[in-house]
């Protein structure tokens, strides 16, 4: 048996009770810590569990074949941070261990595509989700100002994804440098952004123009930013809650 198991938002007291039995019950657990910079104190974890737990690089899950080996002669668990199948990765280990005859169950968790609902924007007017990557030498792809500008034609909000490690401010000046190799007039200093923080624990939530938002502390990553579409008068007077 594979247990696909969430670990949830902001660090290891988020898993349910659900997924902590199944950590219980399994020989080997393995985790992941790539798609998310979620907190995990692993003795505290590791404690829930009552075993060790083994650490996965993105090449240990995804090319070595370590899970799946382990599951077709023991009850194994992966943990993933967030909600178990965010992370498209992991749709591949559930399609392997099925095609392999390996029982799978999924044990979800929260995540960020649904805590954002705390800012007051609809989730129902969410466009695509766009990740934002840290440009390096010789790359600096233009796909996520392409996706914002579309979703922003149809007046639709956009969760924008930053890269591991990437602060709000660091995003900001992501999509400003964009915006100078686009020239579509999407972003400017007054253009207004929903910044969010370590949403589960303490959340914080700054709405403001870009000349503000880039001098706010929102403290601790992981961080997360929005760019609304049109709003209700509704979804307008709760965000106005968060202006700085």
């Known amino acids: 048996m594979l247990y696909i198991v969430s670990l949830g938002l902001f660090d290891e007291m988020d898993i349910s009770l659900r997924g902590a039995e199944a950590l219980k019950k399994c020989k080997r657990i393995f985790i992941e810590t790539y798609t998310s910079s979620i907190k995990i104190n692993f003795a505290a974890l590791e404690k829930i569990a009552g075993k060790k737990i083994e650490l996965l690089d993105r090449k240990g899950v995804e090319e070595?074949?370590?899970?799946?080996?382990?599951?077709?002669?023991?009850?194994?668990?992966f943990v993933v941070p967030g909600d178990a199948l965010s992370a498209t990765t992991h749709h591949q280990v559930v399609f392997d261990a099925r095609k392999a005859g390996i029982a799978v169950e999924l044990i979800h968790g929260s995540s960020i595509f649904s805590a954002i609902a705390e800012t007051g924007l609809s989730l129902y007017k969410f466009g695509m989700t766009v990740s934002l990557p840290k440009p390096q030498k010789n790359y600096f792809p233009e796909s996520p100002y392409t996706n914002i500008l579309a979703n922003k034609k149809q007046r639709l909000h956009t969760l924008i994804l930053l890269?591991?490690?990437?602060t709000a401010k660091e995003g900001i000046e992501v999509l400003l440098e964009l915006e100078k190799k686009a020239g579509k007039k999407l972003f400017s200093e007054k253009t207004k952004l929903v910044a969010v923080a370590h949403l589960?624990?303490?959340?914080?939530?700054?709405?403001?123009?870009?000349?503000?938002?880039?001098?706010a502390d929102l403290g601790a990553m992981p961080h997360t930013l929005i760019l609304p579409g049109d709003m209700h008068f509704s979804e307008e007077d709760f965000v106005s809650q968060f202006r700085i």
């Open 200 to 215: 589960g624990v303490k959340s914080t939530i700054k709405y403001g123009f870009i000349s503000e938002l880039k001098k």
């Open 163 to 166: 890269d591991i490690g990437m």
């Open 64 to 77: 070595s074949g370590a899970i799946l080996e382990s599951a077709k002669s023991c009850d194994t668990a």
